[in-house]
């Protein structure tokens, strides 16, 4: 067989020239054209103004406003239409003393609606507030009672007072309510010495919270009389009406009686010395809660028609 010899060029092949467009005929006609031109002869030719893209210049189709302008266009074109004027009824003749009454809402005195009345009415607000009463004067027996509570150490160092022990009195040193609290917290110091609370006390202990809720129910509506009360409160977590409040660490009167000075708090034991001429608080197994809301309720009683009618003429001074 014949050899078969491939001659292949790889040099790059020369692009052909752009044929030139136009004719003779037309490239003449420019030249001599930008010749007059140069002259002066003839002005440039301008170029065609640019024409905006679709959607921007173009007229938009009115939309439901241009509607209802053409609307009240052609309503206004029919003329404004004719108004009936409504004229008020002729209020009826009263006769007599009725036509000083009141005038309502039609314009005509005596008439029934909803115009002002000849009575001012009354608020909920006001009739509530009137409704608002007072201890009476003097109070009523029942409506006394003393309060006194001992507290035992709880939390960090026993500095917590915790109620442990709550004791409550009737008018007559009758016990309404004394029962041994167990506190939430662990006990600390039992404070005995003060308190007279020891661990077998908290053995058949009632939880805080059932004693707080029959505390409370008792006290509810009363007047309530203690000393430094504030801190018997604070150990029921509770903070009793002011104007059902009475302290007798707070009494000036009860301090002048007993020789004190009528600006500062006189404990207890004093002023039940000083007064009653009985010895509470005595030894060493500590307080009764029970003896001192006893001596509490009978020094109140020493000033009681005094304190109350001073209350009663100076509501605001606790």
């Not at 607000?125 to 007072?134: D, E, P, S």
């Not at 034991?269 to 009985?278: A, D, G, N, Y």
Request: overall charge positive; some cysteine; hydrophobic content about 30%.
């Amino acid at each position: 067989m014949a050899d078969l010899i491939l001659n292949v060029d790889f040099a790059p092949s020369e692009r052909p020239g752009k044929k030139e467009t136009g004719n003779r005929k037309h490239k003449s006609f420019l030249q001599r054209r930008r010749t007059l031109e140069r002259r002066g002869v003839l002005k440039q030719k301008q170029l065609p103004v640019a024409q905006p893209p679709p959607g921007r210049g173009s007229r938009q189709k009115p939309g439901p406003r241009g509607r209802r302008n053409k609307k009240q266009e052609a309503a206004t074109r029919k003329g404004p239409e004719k108004l009936t004027s409504i004229q008020p009824k002729p209020c009826p003749k009263v006769n007599g003393p009725a036509s000083i009454a009141q005038p309502s809402a039609t314009g005509c005195p005596g008439s029934k609606g909803t115009g002002l009345s000849s009575k001012p009415k009354t608020t909920a607000w006001g009739t509530a507030k009137r409704n608002q009463k007072g201890p009476s004067f003097p109070p009523q027996p029942t409506k006394l009672v003393a309060i006194d509570c001992e507290m035992v150490g709880t939390g960090p160092g026993g500095r917590t007072s915790d109620l442990a022990r709550c004791s409550i009195v009737g008018y007559q040193g009758d016990v309404m309510y004394d029962q041994y609290i167990r506190p939430t917290a662990p006990i600390v110091d039992y404070r005995t010495r003060w308190s007279g609370i020891r661990q077998q006390h908290m053995v058949n202990a009632i939880p805080f919270g059932k004693a707080q809720r029959e505390i409370l129910r008792i006290l509810s509506g009363k007047i309530v009389v203690g000393h430094a009360i504030y801190n018997d409160f604070k150990a029921l977590k509770y903070f009793h009406p002011k104007a059902l409040t009475r302290d007798t660490s707070k009494i000036p009167l009860l301090n002048r009686k007993g020789g004190f000075p009528e600006n500062i708090s006189i404990s207890l034991k004093r002023l039940t010395k000083e007064l009653l001429h009985k010895d509470i608080q005595v030894g060493k197994s500590g307080h009764s809660s029970v003896e001192d809301a006893r001596a509490t309720m009978e020094l109140y009683k020493v000033v009681e028609a005094e304190w109350e009618q001073h209350l009663m003429l100076n509501p605001k001074q606790e």
